[in-house]
Structures are given as C-alpha cells and as structure tokens.
C-alpha cells in the first residue's frame, strides 16, 4: 500500500454560496450555508485516504467541538492520527469561505492552532516519515515546521511535496527549497514566490522557481490544466472539462492524488493526469472535504468525448 505523510493545516470551514464575492465594505446576501471539515492540510490528507494511501496525518487542533468533529472525520477515513495534537492553548483552525456564482472562492482563515505546529511535532513522526513513499506539506503552518518535514524526508530519502499555498508573504528559505523535489503553486502562489508581475507567463514562472533548486515545478493553471516544468523541459496538460461549482480544495484535491499516484510508482506526467482528475471531479462538489472524490469515483471518471 502506499504511504504517505502530510503535515499542515486543519480547520472547520464555514462556507457560504453567494451571487458574487463581496467588495470591502459592501454586504451581499447569499443563499446555502455549510459547516465543512477543510484546512489545505487535512484536505489534502483526506484526498490521499480516499485514493487508497496509507495517510499518516500530523497536525494541531483545539481542544474543542470543532477539533473532536474534525478528528472523528479523520478516524472515519482511516488515517493515522496519532501525531495530531489537540492544543490546550490556541482553538481550532476556522475559515470563512464565500463562493459565487462562477464556482470562484475568497477565503479568510483564522488559523489557531495550526500556527502552534512545531518542528518538534513532526519530528516525533520521524519513523513514519522513514516509512514513506511521499511526504507533503503546505504553508498554513509555521514555515520552520515546514523546513523540518522537507529536512526530514530528505535525510530518508523520500519525495518531497511542497504545495505552497496560501501565497507565501516573504521569500521561501532556500534550507526549505533545497530539500523540496516536486513544487505544486497555483499562478498566484508562483508568482509571489519568484517576485514577479502579474503578467508573467506560467512557463517564465517555472523557469525562476527552477532555478530556486526545484527539480519539479507543477503550476496549477484552474480550468487551464497545469504546467509541468522539469528536465525535460514545459509541458502544458490541458484541465478535464466539467462544470465548476466550487474551487474550493482544487488544489488540495490534486496535491493530495499527485502524492498518492507517485506513491504507487508512476511517472510524474502519469500522476499529474490522475491528479487532474481527482481536481476536476472536486470542483464539481460544494466544500472542501467533502467535494473529494474515492478511488472508484476517479476511475469510472473519463475524460467526455470531444464535441
Ligand atoms: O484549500 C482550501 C482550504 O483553504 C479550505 O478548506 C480552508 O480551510 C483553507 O484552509
């Protein structure tokens, strides 16, 4: 079975459907409320369950009933939560999410007790990191924690995923980059890691973070598919066409099945494919965990015949 490891974020989302998202100042009345398990952390830890990984899940939340619900979720789904803390001090992760008419989100994020993950919580899971095939972190932790895990699978040898998301505010520490094999920003996340303009094309954005020491840089492009950057040079693979309902854990959805898919042994370009799947199959659900899909799911899913 294949193994993988993710440390990051858990929260409660409380998400809320609206015609558009709301300018500063301005109050829009929106229609479904729902309180959904999310945290790109934990979303991306219940990607991988449901494809058939072996999740080994470490994370932070409250001593609330918003941590025992989000645990209770995660026991449900077979992942190992003995490396999840429950924080005496700080609540649970919260965010509020709106999402409009277009399927687009806006998310604001009380992070709690997410932000008390320390390095030495993922070092207690060193033996679990040793056991697996792919290790997988993102930025709604404290970034020394981050550099911990990636050192951390370095030193075992083990694949590393960094899916940089929120956009980081301050340049990533060449000590976390170096130890980073495959880098999953959206265009956004890109362009705030290299600095650059907003008019810079994925495939320039590739090429800065390339040459930060990243081997692998897989740029997630929404319904523009992705652009996969490595030694062999840009390859851009179309989305799978579907109706968006809410992009919310898009990229969860696809860094939690890339981890799965290279977990099991297949190629980069094999696994960004099924990755996409599971992405494009996400976005048709409203929330974040639970818009993703089981394994089954994913392969009766084919791409539509071409009109
Ligand atoms: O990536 C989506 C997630 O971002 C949501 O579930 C929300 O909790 C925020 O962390």
């Known amino acids: 079975m294949a193994r993988v490891v993710v440390v990051g974020s858990a929260n409660m989302d409380m998400v809320v459907r609206a015609p558009r998202i709301p300018r500063p100042g301005e109050t829009v009345v929106g229609s479904?409320?729902?309180?959904?398990?999310?945290?790109?952390?934990?979303?991306?830890?219940?990607?991988a369950a449901r494809l058939g990984a072996h999740v080994t899940f470490v994370a932070r939340v409250g001593n609330d009933l918003f941590g025992d619900h989000n645990l209770e979720g995660y026991q449900r789904e077979g992942?190992?939560?003995?490396?999840?803390?429950r924080d005496e001090e700080s609540p649970s992760g919260v965010a509020l999410i709106a999402?409009?008419?277009?399927?687009?989100?806006?998310?604001?994020?009380?992070?709690?007790?997410?932000?008390?993950?320390?390095?030495?919580?993922?070092?207690?899971?060193?033996?679990?990191?040793?056991?697996?095939?792919?290790?997988?972190?993102?930025?709604e932790v404290p970034i020394p924690t981050v550099t911990r895990t990636a050192e951390l699978a370095h030193k075992h040898g083990k694949r590393m995923i960094l899916n940089p998301a929120p956009a980081p505010r301050q340049p990533l520490p060449a000590e976390l980059l170096r130890n980073v094999d495959i880098l999953t920003p959206n265009e956004t996340e890109a362009q705030s890691?290299?600095?650059?303009?907003?008019?810079a094309s994925p495939e320039s954005l590739g090429q800065a973070l390339r040459a930060l020491g990243v081997p692998v840089v897989i740029i997630t492009l929404g319904g523009e598919g992705v652009l996969l950057q490595n030694d062999a040079g840009a390859q851009r693979?179309?989305?799978y066409p579907?109706?968006?309902?809410?992009?919310?854990?898009a990229g969860d959805a696809f860094a939690g099945a890339l981890a799965v898919a290279l977990a099991e042994g297949r190629s980069v370009e094999s696994a960004v494919q099924f990755a996409q799947r599971v992405a494009a199959l996400s976005v048709t659900r409203l929330g974040a965990q639970p818009s993703l899909p089981y394994r089954a799911e994913v392969d009766d899913f084919s791409r539509p015949a071409e009109p």
Request: hydrophobic share 50%; glycine share 6%; charged share 20%.
């Open 99 to 139: 999402v409009d008419a277009d399927g687009q989100n806006a998310i604001v994020v009380a992070p709690g007790a997410n932000m008390r993950l320390t390095p030495e919580d993922v070092e207690r899971a060193e033996e679990e990191i040793a056991r697996a095939d792919v290790v997988l972190a993102q930025m």
């Open 193 to 199: 890691i290299c600095n650059a303009p907003a008019y």
């Open 79 to 85: 992942i190992d939560c003995r490396f999840i803390v």
């Open 237 to 239: 693979m179309p989305a």
């Open 32 to 47: 479904q409320f729902v309180m959904v398990p999310g945290g790109k952390g934990a979303n991306q830890a219940v990607a």
């Open 242 to 249: 579907v109706q968006a309902i809410d992009s919310t854990a």
